[in-house]
């Protein structure tokens, strides 16, 4: 069976590893082209053999050939591209956000089904060998009810101010991806929220109207509680942790490190710090993430992070930037569960 | 220089332990008289031996010989023995919880400092070898400034419901050690909290009306944030981790075990279940903190954990109880700062 | 600069991987042909676009457009494929173990050598991350003057018995491969061995000649002691530990894992075991020994693991093998030193 | 049931540790008499509350209410006290070395047993919490059958060259636990030996003629392989590993630390360094074995570790000392396994 061939559209840091991931790593895929709103390098381009590179994203909607598109345009963009991308009958793979607002995820998943395509959204620690080792634990009873979430979710050093500024913020932009994971571990919705939050790291955030650092507790539909906690800067590499903890026991995802180096003398007993940044640390879950759609693609399977998830991340969002605002405690509406629990299995 | 010659008053588990950690681990004391409400094994206290054993608190409090006095009688007579061996001139270590109510522990404290006598109370964790080494390293600056705090504070199994009846509650019986332990490694004031709680462990706890799940986030007065997570029940061990999140890095307390065994087979990598309660995991702190009280008696200096630690404590319990029943943040008044933080050193 | 190109001989289960590396994972290399005694699977090639597919060595060592041959065929063919690679002016990488016995090896350095090509060995753990990261601690002063090295090599079950016969003992094909490290971490030569060896796995092994337990001591010419200790078969695993222990402390690498998981329940606290086999846990050294060989190449770099390194392996291989047979102690000629101690840097 | 009368030969630094774990944790315990070379602190006695302090040795040995001694004092006594005291129908605790020749061991053993007095030697590993866990996992078949067993002992400092002088030197003194850990996880004696060694941590203790560094290769009567590593200085604390690996998996006794804390920032994430010498690391065990010793000597049980594994170790140390001498491989008599393996269980 022939390979699904792909186009990409947008080559940023972002676009540049999906694409390098898909030509190397996921056998099924074949990029046939990258559109980008700058010439795309050539010895780049050709280097990976990909033939077609265009600043016209119709170079790759207009193509009778391309099957799918993977998405990695500005986060602004993200919708429309969804809309023109199902209109031409195209499979999508899209980076989070897909949005900050709930009604355009909805158009955008409206217009993905009345196409008859897949649209699968960047919720890349779905994929993550330990995260998956976790969830398939909790399936298999090992923590029997889950009582409690936690999540630890730190940066290595704080984003350029610039980027602060269009990134949706604290919430929207970087817990998101604890919001989801709390779904996706626990199979059930938040329905209550309070975040505390802060301007710690560097009060350039503060003056952006951001925060860099929060604490935000939640309520599960199941029962369960859940904190997650958020900064900007660890100095000491991302922080990436995970614990689920019920009736029978705990499982705990611990940092990675890039090497197993453990060293003994006067100064105490040294390991690496984790993983410096994303790249590194979820190298697997980004080409796992890939595969995965792409099978689904190629075998009519249900993706594994759809709008829907987006949908209920993006309503958790909001709901934590409505607790830091009033500092009260947030309910959630009972539909994020009911349209959003329904559509994920 | 004669040791210190010490009564104890209460020769229940915990009463049994301290008198026990004083015979054999406090060189500086001498126990001369154990009371209790029932008698005494006398073949316990030959072995240990204690001359003096009475159901009478008069044996003690009026034996010109002792100096000091531990409290491990129930909960409810502290506030009411505290005040007689206060009169008596005796210098007091008192069992957790002092009350559960403000006036009566501001009563106490009055009492000792009119009295003249040192009032230490049983936060055995601020002697605790690994809390006492966190301390001193956020002391020296290698977290820099405090961004978070996270305590992890579970219990092995629930206790008998008849104990949860009297135990004033998940916040002032269990919780309360979380309070100050965040007091203790930030040096600073809980100024806001809020709490979510469940009844996840045994439906038994919540016809007591109690709880037996929470997460407890907390602001303080530095501006840090906090976040404590509680439950009854593990199934795995007592469960005691610790984290202070800073602008230079992280020191975190991780649990300890009673082996360092490693079996690796098949199944998996195992290592031991953390110690399975207080008295393994704090032993060497149940020791200290005794040892210190006696110095502090010997040579007049200040206690490290003393009425004004209570009082705060009690302050936010009783905070986070108004948080369980209104559902919302509560603010702390201004002066549990003021006066504790101004005492404390 | 256009990318080297590159044929591969031999399209085994190490020939295969070598391939997808070389294709996927080291950018300036192009994989132009492959050869094989049997008919290459074209969908394979095909996927990896690699145009040349033959049984017939020529179609590499004939193509002037081929610059560097990878061999991985049986390893009765190595020496011969590399006379002939060397002869036809190919760059030349080639799978352990070169030979059994040291003539050849030298043959095949003097014809690389008088061919003016490069001839690297796969002794992959030298660019492993943990096990360069260690010898970069060595370099830089971390232990001090080395006094002991440990390596623990266990395989994670016995292989196959008839590999087990063709594959030249447990000395030639497994534990050349801790010789090799404590060379590489040492940079100091194995002048006196000792080996004490048993069939404790598989009587079967032992029929065909061979042993499955061995642990192996080791002088270095630098006055450091070493032990090797290994096994066919650990139930747990693919298990690879490393010391280097000295005068100011020591650099360990521990195993890797697949993941992070850690479960807490009654059953213990337990994680991964590690990686099944070498493909996961030496899956960034496969790629980085052909990334450097290409790099060496391109640049005219000396290799990092070269035929004198093989010849050395080889000779401590077999005076592991003569203390077995002799049980005594086996000193190691000193021209070994000289020869490899000189061409090694 | 009052508690034992003991006796205490020898008030150095061991011998003060015994006392006041004798009196502080073994309840079963009293200790009357201390007696020394030299006089006895009083202030140490009267605290301790031993009412008998002296120099004269027949103090305790002619107390008829003195049931049992324990021998501490300098090495070259041992035999000659063991003797004395079983003469007077003490039962004995002495610690190691009970001498350093297997003649004199064997005419202490002769001696109790015509007495009819229990003889136990202070082999304090075989009361670890961790390595008695272990001992009990190889029991219960965790590792099936043994293939391997490694010990690493490393001292945080060499010890003054006077000490080394006397000490018998690195097999006698310091290795002969080591031999005896051996011996007591896999109940198997040692049948051959091989010893590399060195003089690497201090030049001085070469001129005393010892060395400081050795790796010891052993084979037992059961068919495992073992492997002793042993330094006098590591920097970082007291390393005490061991390993049993067999047919199904391992067990690992990994190092014990002060305290837990693990500090993350830029220079790394570091946990404490191991405890720094034997009295911290085997706190529990120099406890444990006193403990089991009063408990043999009340209940008339074996003791667990006696004479005979006194017997053994020496010889093994002797066989040691003999392949370092002679740069071979020794065999050890026959009758070692026999005498031994017989008595101990």
Known sequence: MKPTTVGVIGIGRIGRM????????????????????????????????????????????????????????????????????????????????????????????AAATAAGVKLQVGF?????????????GVQAGEVGEIHQLRVTNRDPKAPPIEFVKRSGGLFFDFAIHDFDTIRFLSESEIVELFAVEAVLVDPEIGRAGDVDTAVITV????????????????????????????????????????????SSSKAGVVADTPHE????????????????????????????AGADDALAAVKVAAAAKASHETHLPVRLSANVQATSGGQRR
């Open 18 to 109: 999906h694409t390098k991931n898909l030509v190397h790593a996921v056998p099924d895929a074949y990029v046939k082209a990258v559109v980008s709103r700058t010439q795309v390098d050539p010895a780049w381009a050709d280097a990976l053999g990909i033939p077609v590179r265009s600043t016209n994203v119709d170079k790759i909607l207009k193509d009778p050939e391309i099957e799918a598109v993977v998405i990695t345009a500005p986060s602004g963009l993200h919708v429309e591209l969804i809309r023109r991308a199902a209109a031409a009958g195209k499979h999508i793979f899209c980076e989070k956000p897909v949005a900050f607002e709930p009604a355009p995820i909805e158009q955008a998943q």
């Open 219 to 262: 309520r599960l539909a199941n029962g369960a509680l859940g904190v997650i906690d958020c900064s900007r800067q660890t100095n000491y590499g991302y922080d990436q942790r995970f614990e689920v903890f019920g009736s029978k026991g705990s499982l705990v995802v611990e940092n990675t490190t890039p090497t197993t180096v453990v």
């Open 277 to 304: 940044n994303f790249v590194g640390r979820y190298r697997e879950a980004f080409i796992a993430e890939l595969s995965a759609f792409v099978a689904a693609v190629r075998e009519g399977l249900p993706v594994r």
């Open 124 to 136: 890349n620690r779905r994929f993550d060998p330990s995260l998956l080792k976790m969830w398939q």
